[in-house]
């Protein structure tokens, strides 16, 4: 008779919002690439963003009066426990739009980098 004895490890890591942004508005200079992709090609950069925040990459084509720029901002406070409002959103959208979006931008690849998960499974067989 054959014993099948399955082993499953499961290791997360996780780091904790602290309630900011892990970056400023104005700290494009700790990110280089994605302020000169900014720069040359504003558009690029939000349909990157969107995409890498899971949500479809043409929306940022739409934002029309800024309605997906602030549901982005609002939506990724929430995901990642940061405070604010939508007041704020929609201020710092309108007076540094080009500046709020690099931030979006660096708090995604930051969080992407900073949560990640292992599973292995192993079978043995007796």
């Known amino acids: 008779m054959a014993v099948q004895q399955q082993v499953v490890s499961v290791t997360t890591h996780t780091t904790h919002s602290s309630g900011t942004w892990t970056t400023g508005l104005c700290d494009c200079c700790s990110d280089m690439g994605t302020c000169c992709c900014?720069?040359?090609?504003?558009?690029?950069?939000?349909c990157q963003t969107v995409s890498q925040f899971g949500w479809c990459f043409c929306l940022p084509l739409l934002d029309c009066c800024l309605t997906v720029s602030c549901c982005l901002r609002s939506k990724m406070?929430?995901?990642y426990g940061i405070h604010g409002s939508c007041c704020d959103d929609c201020c710092t959208l309108c007076f540094c739009y080009p500046c709020a979006w690099c931030q979006m931008s660096r708090e995604i690849k930051i969080r992407a980098h900073a949560t990640s998960s292992t599973v292995v499974t192993q079978?043995?067989?007796?």
């Open 38 to 46: 900014a720069l040359w090609c504003f558009p690029c950069l939000q």
């Open 77 to 79: 406070r929430e995901r």
């Open 123 to 126: 079978q043995v067989r007796a």
